[in-house]
Every structure is written in structure tokens, then in C-alpha cells.
């Protein structure tokens, strides 16, 4: 079937424009005012019914991109699986998502990165797989870099830990440059751990749990953007969190050296002081820093040195987030909520445009990677998102598409919302209530 949007306005070009958008076939085939449904009809020809659809008084962004997920199948399937985790995303109006290979067995071989395709084949979105820098995430023996490359993977990253290892680092971007590739780090120096849960400031004192230093993060991401340097690698930070960090990635852009990094919607949205008590739901790794430090990632957002927005949705089952905040795991889930989020948060007050929001949701991740997704063009895949500004509601963790409930913001009332969302011109998402 193909399908005429109409009456929305639409991101096409860095700004919003009132256009109409006509999908046939999966593909983006005009984009114009005024189109008529006989202008579609007579394109679509006689065989094939066209689907109307009116987004009067809604805006139609390119489908969020998400370049940090991790989807927990194979092997973690009581946290999240493809179908459910694909479905959140859908419901957030992600279209493109990307998983982290710490899965169970690791995407370490391109045997098992086939059989994880297989798999992934029945998820709502499209989903580009990482593989592993090292097998089995153990910092030590290096991957096929050339075998997973030309089968087409993504990028390479072992994130969930960081590579401790000078030397093996540096082997790894020397491959991944020969393959064209980026290495993805999740960057921090276990020896700086020291048994901590939160971040090492005025929370983790007054409540009397161990901090995890800035450091953790910011001196991994000194040595690798010297390492990438003298390589001349495409180095990818994954969630920022650190002020510290910011500006080493800033220094280092400066520098010249190619460096991309991504920040999360928790980090821009809170800090350790929303730590009120000792809730394993606002446990993430890296942690909700200090109030300076979420200043100078929003800071870095709009100057250009963090390049976008990743969810790094990681969803736990409930019984693991029930225990004490130093034993349950690190992680919360991101996918449903990041964009009513960011836009009632920021947008809404002035301090992000709306135009700058999206940009960070699509053509900026698509861009790290050099990806098709994330614009809305001619010839294009549709791979769309529809959003309504004027609808309100309360974030309600029980009704999630996800698996995962482990969310600091259950509760929490929003002021936009995602109402239909397209790939491949399919709709995979459509808000209970909205016209069909």
C-alpha cells in the first residue's frame, strides 16, 4: 500500500517545512506541497490503494536513529529480546537502532554475528549490529577485523567494559582503520573503580554509597584520542558524562584527530542530585554526575564536540534492580521516552530548538556512521516519525513495550509524544486513539 502524509510539517533540509510526503513501495517518491490524494493515486497507478494519512498540527521528523542499545538477545532474554526491544523503540520513534555485542554467546565471529542477523530479522525496526573488539570481551585477544568488516558489521566495541590495555587498543584501531571502520569505546580505567555504584560526589557522601571517580572515564578518553592520533583512526566515545571528558573530546577535535562522541538523554536531563535515595533505578554506568558536569555536556551538545544523542537503553528484570544499589546492575531503559523527553525538557524551555533536537536524533548518528537513515529525501528509505508537541502524559513504566521497567523518570509528565512510526514505509508504531 502506499501512503500520502499530508498537512504535517515536515524536517526536510535542516528545518521544518509545510510539505506533503508520498511512500510508495517503501521509498520516499515525493516530497512537495499540496500533493493531492488524486496526485498520489495517479502515481501509484491502479493496482495499489493509497492510505491517507492527516498529520494536521503534527511535525514528521526522519526516524530517531539510535547508535547505543542493547537488546540483550541472544542469551539475556528475561531482560529484552529483539521483539521487544524493537517494539520500545518504535514506540520512541527510533526506526534504527544499534546493539552492543555484549550479548551471550559475544558477537565476536562473523558466524555468530550471522546467526544474531537471523535473529534481528524479526524485530519492527532496522537493527545494525556492533561486534566486539575483543573475543569474548576480555581485553586480550583481537577479533577478525577484516572477516567482520566485509560482512558488513557496523563498527567495533566492547562496550561494558573498557580495553585496559594500551597496547591492544592500539592494535585494534590499526585494524579497524585498514578496514575502514570505527572502534566504539566505552571508556573506563578499571584500576580507578574501587568498588564504586555512583558517582563519586555529594550524593555518594550523603548516602553513604561508594563514588565512582570522573577520572574512570576521562583518562581513558586522553589516552585514546592520542592512540587514535597516531593511528589515524575514526574513535567513537560512547556516553559522555564527564566535564573532564568534554574537554579532552573538544582538545582533541581541535587537534584535528577523528573523534565522534555520543551523550545520553539521563545525563543531559539529571545529576547526583536527584539521588535522593539510595534507588538502583538511577544506577547507570557512567553515573549521573554533578550538576557542573551535566552543564558542560550540555555545553558540548551545542558547541559540536558531542556529535548526538544515544539512549544506551539497557534494560534489567525487576528482581535484579530490587537489590541494594551497590549489588543490582548498572542500566536503565531509554527508548520509549527520549524524545518526549529531551523536547519537554529543553525545547519546550528555549534552550535546545526543535530543530537542533532532531538533528541530534538522526542525521548526526546517521552521519558518525555514514548510514542512509536519518533525512527525509527523495529516493530515500521511509523511515519516518510523527510527533504531536500538544499531547501530554504521564511516563508510566508498566505499560512499556520494553521488558525493562528500571526508569528514574516513572511518573513523570511529558509534553509531547511520538504518534506513528513508519520503516520501510510500513507503519510499526501507530498512538492507541490516532485515526488508522
Known sequence: MAVLLKNGQVYTDGRFQAVDIFVQEGVIKRI??????ADANASAGELEAVRVIDCQGQHIC??????????????????????????????GGFTTVCPMPNTNPVLDSVAKLDRFREIAARGSVRVLPYASIT??????????????????????????????????????????????????????ENSLIRG??????????????????????????????????????????????AKESVRVIRDAKRAGIRVTAEVSPHHLLLDDTALVEADPNFKMNPPLRA?????????????????????????????????????????????????????????????????????????????????????????????????????????????FYSKGRNTPFHGREVSADVVLTMVDGEIVYQLEGTDE
Open 32 to 37: 512537495a506541497p499540496g500533493l493531492s490524494e
Open 135 to 188: 573475543q569474548g570481551l576480555a581485553g586480550s585477544e583481537l577479533v577478525d577485523f577484516a572477516a567482520l568488516a566485509e560482512r558488513g558489521v557496523l563498527a567495533f566495541t566492547d562496550d561494558g567494559v573498557g580495553v585496559q590495555d594500551a597496547d591492544t587498543m592500539h592494535r585494534a584501531m590499526q585494524q579497524a582503520a585498514a578496514v575502514g571502520k570505527a572502534i566504539v569505546a566505552h571508556t573506563e
Open 291 to 399: 550538576a557542573e558536569d551535566r552543564q558542560a555536556l550540555i555545553a558540548g551538545l551545542l558547541d559540536g564536540t558531542l556529535d548526538c544523542i544515544a539512549t544506551d537503553h539497557a534494560p534489567h528484570t525487576e528482581v535484579e534492580k530490587a537489590r541494594a544499589i551497590e549489588e543490582a546492575p548498572f542500566g536503565i531503559v531509554g527508548s520509549e521516552y527520549a524524545f518526549q523527553l529531551l523536547y519537554t525538557a529543553f525545547v519546550e524551555k528555549g534552550d535546545f530548538t526543535f530543530e537542533q533536537l532532531v538533528a541530534w536524533l538522526t542525521e548526526k548518528p546517521a552521519d558518525i556512521f555514514g548510514l542512509a537513515s536519518g533525512r527525509i529525501v527523495e529516493g530515500a528509505p521511509a523511515d519516518l516519525a510523527v510527533v504531536d508537541t500538544h499531547r501530554s502524559y504521564v511516563i508510566d513504566k508498566e505499560i
Open 62 to 91: 526522519p526516524g530517531f536513529v539510535d547508535i547505543h542499545v542493547h537488546l540483550r538477545e541472544p542469551g539475556f532474554e528475561a531482560k529484552e529480546t529483539i521483539e521487544t526491544g524493537t517494539q520500545a523503540a518504535a514506540r
Open 196 to 241: 564504586g555504584a555512583i558517582h563519586a560526589g555529594e550524593a555518594s557522601e550523603r548516602l553513604g554509597v561508594p563514588g565512582l571517580l570522573s577520572l574512570t572515564e576521562s583518562t581513558q578518553i586522553a589516552r585514546d584520542v592520542l592512540l587514535a592520533e597516531h593511528v589515524g583512526c575514526h574513535y567513537h566515545v560512547c556516553h559522555v558524562s
